[in-house]
């Protein structure tokens, strides 16, 4: 698990370094995400045997990702400082959120399935989906 | 024997209250997820936020001192984020499959989402800064914040609007398409990416891990696209 730690750190910072020596508009992060991917890829060329992705790096993901939602908790609390202007403006503001964020994920859904369904045909469509369910 | 009072005074400066408490209400939030048997309207991260603007408010902590102890888990975002490439690249196959549908899907669902929130709010009639902070409110904070500011929003007011668009994508993706009956985890995951960004992320993976590596790549996708929409549609409004 440290050992995973570490490895995220190291790519966030060369991440965060490379986006301002360059002044790239990408979050740090992001950058050193597509870091990490572009070195697993080149060990899965060097070695094609090996698993895509070691158990030690795979399992501190997967820990870390599956409790992605606590890491937000500290960023939600900041509503704390806007319940004035929310109080005044609660109706559209809620209304306006509600009905976009509701609209999107029911456009961009549709949208998705609708294209895949034109585009599918070529690849093995049902084996790519990974099954439905609810 | 100290006083009370003193005590208070010492603990609710100190990073280590604010950040057990943190962890507390998630604890709290998600013990309440489990026991509604994982339903998608008992969202950990809104009871968890709940209880702490409550506690704050009752004992009048302003929200840099809560900040200054929560700050090491908002800390843990970067390398999660970074740990989002170990997902990806096992599902790089099924990525790469769909990069047809997942460009159709987030330009239909990026201009879904800033046209009809600001459309809303400007028929109901709400103030100029608030329509322009409302406009960036779909995509992840530090983009969203960084548009309002270029815009003439106010960035900590989008950090908000932000973090409830996110909550009310990860409560309503479940129940909104089961009942339209869409069962393809790419497409679930992809919308919830678009218009909730990490917070829709993190209940994608919640739910399967396909949907959550597409939700990823929506809202990174999404980030971007947004940054070139919102100020082009800011254009258009008038007055």
């Known amino acids: ?3 995973a730690l570490t490895l995220f750190l190291a790519f966030q910072l060369v991440g965060e370094t490379a986006a301002r020596a360059l002044q790239l508009p990408v979050p740090g992060p992001v950058l050193g995400m597509a870091l990490l991917l572009a070195v697993l890829l080149a060990r899965g060329r060097l070695k094609p045997d090996a698993a895509p992705v070691p158990d ?4 501190t993901a997967d820990g870390m ?21 929310l109080e005044r403006e609660w109706v559209a503001i809620g209304l ?24 599918d045909h070529r690849a093995t469509g049902d084996e790519l989906k990974g099954g439905g369910g609810s | 024997m100290a006083a009370p009072a003193d005590i208070w005074v010492y603990l609710s400066e100190t ?41 704050l408010l009752v004992t009048g902590t302003d929200y840099q001192t809560y900040f200054d102890g ?23 196959p ?46 992840t904070s530090p983009i969203a914040m960084g548009i309002a500011e270029a815009i003439g929003g106010l960035p900590s007011l989008t950090a908000s609007m932000v973090v409830v668009t996110g909550i009310v994508g990860a409560v309503c993706v479940t129940p909104l398409l089961n009942g339209l009956g869409l069962r393809d985890w790419r497409a679930r995951g992809f919308a919830v990416g678009i ?17 959550g590596v597409f939700a990823a790549i929506a809202m990174g996708l999404n980030g971007m696209v947004t940054a070139l929409l919102v100020p082009l549609l800011t254009l258009l409004l008038p007055g």
């Open chain 1, 1 to 3: 698990m440290i050992k």
């Open chain 1, 56 to 59: 030690w790096l795979g399992e």
């Open chain 1, 65 to 85: 990702l599956k409790h992605l939602s606590l890491l937000f908790v500290p960023a939600s609390v900041g509503l704390v400082q806007h319940i004035d202007r």
């Open chain 1, 96 to 119: 306006a959120l509600v009905v976009s964020t509701v609209a999107a994920i029911a456009v961009g859904a549709f949208t998705f399935v609708a294209v895949a369904r034109l585009t």
């Open chain 2, 15 to 55: 990073p280590l209250f604010w950040l057990t408490m943190t962890l507390i209400a998630y604890g709290i939030g998600h013990w309440c997820f489990e026991r509604s048997g994982a339903s998608p309207i008992v969202n950990p991260v809104a009871i968890a936020a709940a209880l702490l603007i409550a506690l």
């Open chain 2, 70 to 92: 929560a700050q090491f888990v908002h800390f843990m975002l970067g390398p999660a984020t970074v740990a989002l490439a170990l997902p990806l690249i096992r599902n790089l």
């Open chain 2, 94 to 139: 099924r990525v790469r499959a769909a990069l047809i549908p997942m460009l159709a899907a987030l330009i239909a669902g990026s201009v879904t989402a800033v046209g009809s929130a600001v459309a809303v709010a400007y028929a109901i009639g709400v103030g100029p800064v608030t329509l322009l902070s409302l406009a960036p409110k779909s995509v």
């Open chain 2, 195 to 211: 218009a909730a960004h990490g917070l829709g992320t993190a209940r994608a993976f919640q739910v399967n891990q396909i949907a």
